[in-house]
Each structure stands twice: as structure tokens, then as C-alpha cells.
């Protein structure tokens, strides 16, 4: 069936700037690592980004290696955006990213300019783009002059391959290296994408201060844990679950009879709040002003609608971020 964008789209989703550009972003994005891949049917991944779209995420994201195979969600992606989205190609956020293994050699991998470069025109074959909105180095490369990799950045951004720039998993001091290359290069860091949720707080310390002071935004990966932080786990495994489904990144030992213990006091915080326990982590995240997006991931449709069903109940009371704390400890 010929997709036609709900004309409602804007009317549920809270758009913010992302630090001091002039680009804004949609409250919650969604990300392709899981569900995107040949694993997954090709309708049940349109159903999300068609979901996702119709309530106002603008934002996807992706990164050379998502799949599995690697490359194939941005195939995949490519088909349906060329299926459904092409109308909107121009209300849409698209980015990617390079830095983990990609191909065999020398040349597929970390962070020279020879991988960054090719990765990029790759990535662009597969999505059928002319060019990316956001371009991000995926991970720090110990061996890789910094010097080298910023340029290789700054130079896909004068090609017009991508528009903005952004980094991840940099550690708050490498960023900030980064970031003043960057800045000397005349192409400003647009947002840095780290690991946060309340079971990964490590970015508080440093990181989030860092972003301030130079006027870069940031988006929140794995806001949930990867389901950890939902209701999903509260009654077992479910065998369509991704603790179930073999994953390296969340396997059954992870959920341990402590870590269900927590689920379940927050679950009933959450409950007290009139919301379920995925929306209170997803407003958590994004609780005062220092993350712009939270980047979620999602198997079903109800997972999306959770999501955005989030804004209409952000605040939190003092006594209710202590009881998380307490919680947490
Ligand atoms: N830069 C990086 O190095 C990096 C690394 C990892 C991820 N990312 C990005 O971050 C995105 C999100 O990562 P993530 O998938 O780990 O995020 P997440 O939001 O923490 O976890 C998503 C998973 O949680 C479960 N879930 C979501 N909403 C739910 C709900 N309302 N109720 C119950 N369960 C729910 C689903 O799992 P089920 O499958 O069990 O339904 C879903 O697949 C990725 O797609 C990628 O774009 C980036």
C-alpha cells in the first residue's frame, strides 16, 4: 500500500536544538541496529519507520555495520526509503556512521581517512543517498592521528556527503580534542552519541560538561538498556525478547535476581506516575537540558507509541529522582 505520511505528524513529537547549531532534533529518535537487518521482514521494519515517522520521529539512525548481515539494514533502509520515503527525504535526519570492523583488510576499520571515506560512498550506494545529514566516527582510534580522522570528517562535509559531523563513544577528554580540531577545520561538531541510561551513568561525570562548553548536543543510545529498563523482562524471557535472542549485548546472565529487583521498584515508581517503566527511563534520560535526544530501539510498533506516549509526562519531583537513586545504589 502507497505510504501517506499521518498529516498529524508534528503534533505529538517536542523538537530540540541540538547544542548550539541551527539543526533540531525530534525528543526521541529511532536507530536501526537491531530489527533492520535480513533477520527481520522487510514489512515489519517498514511498520516502524512508518509508525515512527507518523508520530513525528524525524530522526534515523544508522551505521555501516547494523544488519546482521553487516550493511544490510542500510540496504533495507534504502528499499523503504525508496518505497515510502522519498517525498519526505527533506523532513527526514539521516545518519551514519563508521569506525568498527567493516570489511577485511587494513583499509575496513577504526579510523584513517582511507576507511572513513570509502565507508561513507559505500554507505551512500546502499541507502540510494546523495548525501547523509549526520556523518559520525563510531568509536576513538588509539593509532589514528586525531588530526587525520577530523579531516577525513571536515572533508566529507566540504564534499557535500554529509551534512554535519558528530562522534561517539569518544571519552569526554579525546572529545574535546576533537572538538577543537574540528573547530579549527571550520566544520563545528554537531553532537556526540554515548551509551546512557540509569544503568549507564558514566557520562555524568565528565562528558556532559564537555558538550556544554562547546556547544555540541548529544543523543542517548541504548536509553533502555536494551529492554532492561522496560516491563519486558518482569515475567521471564520472552522468546521474542533480544535477551532471548542471542545477542552479545544483553544475555540472560545480564538479568540477574538484583538487576529484576530494581526493574521491578522502578516499575512500581513508574506505575505511581501513571506511566510504564520504558516511558519514566526515557524521561529520565532526557530530564533538564543536557540531552537533546534519546535514540531508542524497537521490535513493535507499541514499543514506538510507548515512546513518544512519554512526552506527556517528562517532570519528575525531587523525592521521585531521589527514590531512582535509591533504587539504583
Ligand atoms: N554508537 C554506538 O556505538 C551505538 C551502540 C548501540 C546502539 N546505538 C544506537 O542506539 C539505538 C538504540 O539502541 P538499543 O536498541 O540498544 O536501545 P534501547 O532503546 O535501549 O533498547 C531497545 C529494545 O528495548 C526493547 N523495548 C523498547 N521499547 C520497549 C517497550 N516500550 N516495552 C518493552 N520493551 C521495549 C526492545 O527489545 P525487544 O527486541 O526485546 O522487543 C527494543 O529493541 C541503536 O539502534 C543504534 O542506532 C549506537
Not at 13 to 27: D, F, N, V
Request: hydrophobic residues 35%; proline residues 5%; contains cysteine.
Amino acid at each position: 500500500m502507497v505510504y501517506h505520511a499521518s498529516p498529524a505528524r508534528y503534533e505529538s513529537m517536542e523538537y530540540r536544538r541540538c547544542g548550539r547549531s541551527g539543526l533540531k532534533l525530534p525528543a526521541v529518535s529511532l536507530g536501526l541496529w537491531h530489527n533492520f537487518g535480513d533477520t527481520t521482514l522487510l514489512e515489519n521494519s517498514r511498520q516502524l519507520l512508518r509508525r515512527a515517522f507518523d508520530l513525528g520521529i524525524t530522526h534515523f539512525d544508522l551505521a555501516n555495520n547494523y544488519g546482521p548481515p553487516p550493511g544490510s539494514a542500510e540496504l533495507n533502509f534504502g528499499r523503504i526509503l525508496k518505497e515510502d520515503f522519498l517525498p519526505y527525504r527533506d523532513e527526514l535526519i539521516i545518519s551514519s556512521k563508521a569506525g568498527y570492523t567493516m570489511w577485511d583488510g587494513p583499509y575496513g576499520d577504526w579510523g584513517s581517512k582511507k576507511y572513513l571515506v570509502s565507508s561513507l560512498d559505500q554507505s551512500l550506494r546502499r541507502m540510494g543517498l546523495e548525501y547523509v545529514d549526520i556523518f559520525y566516527h563510531h568509536r576513538p582510534d588509539p593509532d589514528t592521528p586525531l588530526e587525520e580522522t577530523m579531516a577525513a570528517l571536515d572533508l566529507l562535509v566540504r564534499q557535500g556527503k554529509a551534512l554535519y559531523i558528530g562522534l561517539s563513544n569518544y571519552p569526554a577528554e579525546r572529545a574535546r580534542q576533537a572538538f577543537e580540531i574540528l573547530n579549527q577545520l571550520g566544520t563545528p561538531c554537531l553532537i556526540h552519541q554515548p551509551k546512557y541510561s540509569m544503568y549507564e551513568r558514566g557520562i555524568e561525570a565528565q562528558l556532559l560538561d564537555t558538550l556544554a562548553e562547546h556547544g555540541v548536543g548529544s543523543i542517548a543510545f541504548s536509553p533502555l538498556a536494551g529492554g532492561q529498563l522496560t516491563d519486558r523482562y518482569l515475567h521471564g524471557i520472552p522468546e521474542d525478547s533480544r535477551a532471548a535472542s542471542g545477542s552479545r549485548f544483553l544475555n540472560p546472565e545480564q538479568l540477574t535476581e538484583e538487576k529484576l529487583a530494581q526493574v521491578r521498584a522502578l516499575n512500581a515508581l513508574a506505575q505511581r506516575r501513571g506511566q510504564k517503566l520504558s516511558q519514566m527511563a526515557l524521561a529520565w534520560a532526557l530530564r533538564g537540558d543536557r540531552v537533546t535526544s534519546v535514540l531508542i530501539g524497537a521490535s513493535k510498533t507499541s514499543q514506538i507509541d510507548d515512546a513518544v506516549g512519554m512526552l506527556q509526562n517528562r517532570d519528575f519531583s525531587p523525592q521521585e529522582l531521589e527514590e531512582i537513586e535509591k533504587i539504583l545504589m
